[in-house]
């Protein structure tokens, strides 16, 4: 399988794992697939540009052409340990089994807390490497060692890498505590950038408002199986939000110069205002 070109500022990474890439999804399924073989490089958040991988295995490819599916609990930990670790500590990724445990178990930055053991870690690591989600590797040692595939998995970029990890971690959260805790991983400078990968993110379904926009407005991830994001709505006391297939509806642009005219109407009466009090 050829290899594609690196984003700027990262590695190379392997590409077209992910069927119909760029599509808009909502509540992506499992499609079928064809088996392959892949020389699997190690370093995708793991190095600098141009620096060489730390290791090369000949490993089975995880089948091409498979779609995202929702995730269960200890699935979606483990995948956002794995794109936590790449990113924070990449001189330790990939990780050992022991790591990626211990990662999972990790009492900061994790919600809820959990106490997993190996066999219950390595049961999910087998059903995301049939997903397409990761893959096992082999570096100099004769340990197997773990790492993500989800940039292609997901079709995404760092950032948006960085914001759906976070979701994956901590689940439901605000858009301003999103953004900080994001950001240890990828800089992202304010809410502004931050809204602007979360409307992309939206649109494919990747990521699903929980209240309207506003200070202190909710989401998640879209990767929550259906029962469990009502659930999530319920708790929330946002049962009645929109539904997990709809689409963000695109403004109207009436509605737009309606609102446009109806701000500097308001700037007016504020500059008059100021005007009056400063005589």
Known sequence: MPQSAAKKGEAPFFHGLLAGRGSARSRPCLTGCHSAAILVVMHDDSTTPGSPPHATA?????????????????????????????????????????????????KSNRAPVMSLDEEQVMRVVRTLQAAGAMAEVFGSGKLPRYRHLAYDWLGVGKEELAILGELLLRGEQTEGDLRGRASRMDSIPDLTTLRGFLDRLAERGLIVWLSPPGRGRMLTHGLLPDEKLEKVRRELGTAAAAKPAARPRAADPDELAGLRQKIAELEAEVAELRQRLGE
Not at 74 to 86: F, N, P, S
Not at 88 to 100: C, E, F, G, I
Request: some cysteine; proline content about 10%; hydrophobic content about 40%.
């Open 58 to 106: 000949a490993a089975p490819a995880e089948p091409a052409g498979k779609s995202i599916r929702p995730l269960e609990a200890i699935e979606r930990r483990v995948l956002g340990v794995l794109i936590e670790k790449a990113k924070t500590t990449p001189d330790q990724y990939p990780l050992s089994l022991n790591a990626l445990v211990t990662g999972c178990n990790q």
